[in-house]
C-alpha cells in the first residue's frame, strides 16, 4: 500500500459543485501539503499545514480550503468548482528532521471540472 | 519575481548520457531539488544539493553552481524507464519550493 494515499484519484464534476478530495498518509510525518499541477506549469503550492493546528496559505489558495482532521489526514476542499480548477492535484509530505526536506508524494487526483 | 528556468523537452539515445540544465533566480536559497516524474505517476526525490558541487548517485549525478544561479542533472547509461519528466524545484529563504515546469526527456532505442 502507498505511505501517502489519495481519494479520488479520479473524479468530474460540473461547475459549481463542492468537491472535497482526501489525503491520509501513514509516514508519520507532520508536514503535509496541497500542490496542484497543470500542463507547462511547474507544480503550485496550494496549502501547507506543519501540524494539527497550523493551515497556511499557498501561492494560490483562493477557491479553495483545507483541513487538517488528524495528523494522518488532509482534506482539500473546492466550495465551488469552476472549469479552471480543472488539474492534477497531489498531496505530499515531509520530515522536519529530514535534512534533505524531501517530499512524499500521493498518486494524484485528476479533477476534470465542466 | 521567482523563477526556474529548465528545457521543456529533450531527446536521447539508450545508452547514452544526458545533461538537463536549470537555472534558477530566487528570493534566497536553502536548497535545490531534482524529482522524477513519470507520465500519470507521482513525483518521486533524486536528488538535493546545497553546497556547490557535483553529488554522485548511481547512474545520476546532480551539480550545483550557487554564484550562477545553475545546476544540472546527469543521467548515464540511459535506460529506457528513464524516459520521464525531471522537475527542478529551489527551496527559497522563506523555505518555500519554487518548482519549474519540468524537462519531458525521451529517450530512444
Known amino acids: 500500500d502507498a505511505d501517502v494515499t489519495q481519494t479520488p484519484r479520479n473524479r468530474i464534476t460540473k461547475t459549481g459543485k463542492r468537491i472535497m478530495l482526501e489525503c491520509s498518509q501513514t509516514?508519520?510525518?507532520?508536514?503535509m501539503y496541497w500542490y496542484r499541477q497543470d500542463p507547462g506549469l511547474g507544480l503550485r503550492l496550494i496549502y501547507y499545514s506543519f501540524d494539527v493546528k497550523d493551515i497556511n496559505k499557498g501561492e494560490i489558495s483562493d477557491g479553495y480550503s483545507v483541513s487538517r482532521q488528524a495528523q494522518a489526514k488532509f482534506s482539500l476542499s473546492l466550495e465551488s468548482a469552476i472549469p479552471n480548477q480543472t488539474a492534477l492535484y497531489f498531496c505530499a509530505t515531509s520530515d522536519p528532521r529530514q535534512d534533505t526536506g524531501e517530499l512524499f508524494f500521493g498518486e494524484g487526483s485528476r479533477l476534470t471540472v465542466l | 519575481g521567482q523563477n526556474i528556468d529548465q528545457p521543456t523537452e529533450m531527446t536521447a539515445t539508450e545508452g547514452a548520457i544526458v545533461q538537463i540544465n536549470c537555472t534558477y533566480q530566487t528570493s534566497g536559497f536553502n536548497g535545490l531539488f531534482w524529482y522524477q516524474q513519470h507520465a500519470g505517476e507521482a513525483p518521486t526525490f533524486l536528488s538535493y544539493?546545497?553546497l556547490d558541487g557535483l553529488e554522485e548517485k548511481g547512474r545520476f549525478s546532480s551539480f550545483l553552481s550557487r554564484s550562477k544561479g545553475y545546476s544540472y542533472l546527469l543521467l548515464k547509461e540511459l535506460q529506457m524507464k528513464d524516459s520521464a519528466s525531471y522537475l527542478c524545484a529551489v527551496m527559497d529563504s522563506n523555505y518555500q519550493l519554487i518548482w519549474g515546469a519540468g524537462t519531458k526527456l525521451i529517450i530512444k532505442p
Open positions: 509516514k508519520g510525518h507532520d508536514r
Open positions: 544539493n546545497v
